[in-house]
């Protein structure tokens, strides 16, 4: 299973499916294993616990997307 992260701030919050809206400086992590399935979580920095975005399942057609999924992802939550 390959893994990405990246810290961004969230200055207007990212929706979680356990706590609702957190913000501030995020780190995102992308997991994606070899049939193409893809786990999302999203953690404050330096904490322990982890959330997870809203959606059930998430599945790429080629694992090779796995990278640009996750920047996109990171773009669009550091927006939010």
Same mark, same amino acid.
């Given at each position: 299973?390959?893994?990405?992260?990246?810290?961004?701030?969230?200055?207007?919050?990212v929706?979680?499916?356990?706590?609702g809206?957190?913000s501030? *400086?995020?780190? &995102?992590?992308?997991s994606?294993?070899? /049939?193409?399935?893809?786990? +999302?979580r999203?953690?404050?920095v330096?904490?322990?616990?982890?959330?997870?975005?809203?959606?059930? *399942?998430?599945? &790429?057609?080629?694992?090779?997307d796995? /990278?640009?999924?996750h920047? +996109?992802?990171?773009?669009?939550?550091?927006r939010?």
């Amino acid at each position: 299973m390959k893994q990405k992260s990246s810290i961004f701030t969230a200055t207007h919050g990212v929706m979680t499916e356990e706590v609702g809206v957190i913000s501030g *400086e995020l780190e &995102l992590v992308t997991s994606c294993d070899e /049939e193409g399935d893809l786990t +999302l979580r999203i953690t404050y920095v330096g904490a322990e616990q982890w959330y997870t975005l809203p959606g059930k *399942e998430y599945r &790429l057609h080629d694992v090779r997307d796995h /990278e640009v999924i996750h920047h +996109l992802l990171v773009s669009v939550l550091e927006r939010s």
